[in-house]
């Protein structure tokens, strides 16, 4: 496993850490001490198995504790709570992609972590402010040194590690726009400046007239502090940088806004969380999923759903709505609710019956009817007709 993490070279630091996270809290404590020409889909699904026990209340009083055991001795603190099945799955695709490779090579002759049936992943709803919170947010922080960075979270939907990386060339005021090129990622303690999380990441912003407001103040503030610090400050371009032009560390802006966000009394959500109130909010707001998900930078158009998905009954609703209100209709007397099995018709030619006529009556008004051709006989239909057929 730590020749083949070795041997990747075009991944991004975080990715790397990520992945090699994965291999020595649960693949090689798990599956390390066996040849891996002798590897089974057995063993990867007892691997998988005791992740799931893993911290868990209950998880003292399982049986067969030599996996469990393994898996917590590679741990200095044991978890705090249950593995989920996401994590799960991106162990399962870190050990599948380095079988694959020493299949690709020749070491063995098929990939047995093919063959394992993970737990389908349950995405948990997600947490987001309402439009309310969040300008109650963003007015309680007036005057933050980096409430304009929070105000393109909540408003633009930059990512942190976009936000930390952004710099002053990459926003035109006057023309209202902001080119998102780099972001400032942070690995344990190191912090790393690259491209965009994804090829679509890279992106072009329309900014609206309070944000390019905002920003500007932000910068007249920041000319402030450059000349007041004179010969010690640091200009690295940074558009959010400490008062000597230090960049900040992607989780210290992290640990403000929760801060800032306790303080307010708000619903405690994390700065990622404020991104999707961004998504959410313009969802609602009449923008489209397309808009959304180039906005926000996703790769494709099915994350955006999938994330969103608690918003999209909703806006169905809307657009159905919106949808029958274009077309022009004689009839415009449509109840407000949904009308139930058991309440009457309302409207023109409606029965007033409290209850159904008895069948033979219903026989000869249908009977009635299928004469003048404009009704077919079915005895389920005694309403009035409204139109003559040809």
């Known amino acids: 496993m730590q020749q083949w993490l070795t041997g990747r070279h075009r991944i991004r630091p975080s990715t790397r850490h990520a992945h090699q996270e994965r291999i020595n809290l649960y693949l090689l404590p798990g599956l390390g001490h066996l040849p891996a020409v002798r590897l089974t889909t057995a063993d990867i699904d007892r691997l998988y198995a005791a992740m799931r026990v893993l911290g868990r209340p209950d998880q003292d009083?399982?049986?067969?504790?030599?996996?469990?055991?393994?898996?917590?001795?590679?741990?200095?603190?044991?978890?705090r709570r249950p593995i989920s099945p996401a994590s799960i799955a991106r162990t399962?695709?870190?050990?599948?992609?380095?079988?694959?490779?020493?299949?690709?090579?020749?070491?063995?002759?098929?990939?047995v972590a093919t063959h394992v049936e993970l737990e389908p992943e349950r995405r948990p709803?997600?947490?987001?402010?309402?439009?309310?919170?969040?300008?109650?947010?963003?007015?309680?922080?007036?005057g933050d040194r980096l409430q304009a960075g929070f105000h393109l979270v909540g408003y633009h939907g930059l990512r942190r590690g976009e936000v930390c990386g952004?710099?002053?060339?990459?926003?035109d005021l006057d023309a209202s726009i902001l080119r998102v090129t780099r972001q400032t990622v942070q690995v344990g303690r190191e912090t790393f400046d690259g491209e965009p999380k994804t090829k679509a990441g890279g992106r072009v912003l329309f900014l609206d007239r309070r944000t390019v407001a905002v920003l500007r103040v932000h910068k007249a503030r920041q000319n402030r502090e450059r000349l007041a610090a004179g010969a010690a400050y640091v200009d690295h371009g940074l558009v959010f940088c400490r008062e000597d032009g230090s960049p900040y560390k992607p989780e210290s802006v992290s640990q403000h806004f929760e801060r800032c966000a306790a303080r307010l009394g708000l619903p405690r959500i994390t700065l990622h969380q404020l991104r999707h109130t961004s998504a959410s909010i313009g969802l609602a707001a009449g923008e489209t999923l397309k808009e959304v998900s180039d906005r926000l930078g996703h790769s494709g158009i099915g994350i955006t759903a999938?994330?969103?998905?608690?918003?999209?009954?909703?806006?169905?609703?809307?657009?159905?709505?919106?949808?029958?209100?274009?077309i022009p209709r004689a009839v415009v007397d449509v109840p407000d609710a949904p009308r139930q099995d058991h309440e009457p018709i309302s409207g023109p030619g409606a029965s007033t019956r409290s209850s159904p006529p008895p069948p033979e009556e219903v026989k000869a008004q249908v009977t009635a009817r299928a004469a003048l051709e404009n009704r077919t006989p079915d005895l389920l239909i005694t309403s009035e007709p409204l139109c003559r057929l040809s």
């Open 166 to 171: 952004l710099r002053w060339p990459q926003l």
């Open 61 to 79: 009083t399982v049986k067969d504790r030599t996996m469990l055991d393994r898996l917590l001795a590679a741990r200095r603190i044991p978890p």
């Open 306 to 326: 999938d994330t969103y998905i608690h918003v999209l009954p909703a806006l169905a609703r809307d657009s159905a709505e919106r949808r029958a209100a274009a």
């Open 92 to 111: 399962h695709a870190v050990l599948r992609a380095a079988l694959n490779t020493a299949v690709r090579r020749g070491l063995l002759p098929v990939n």
């Open 125 to 142: 709803p997600v947490s987001v402010w309402n439009p309310e919170q969040l300008g109650a947010f963003l007015d309680g922080i007036d």
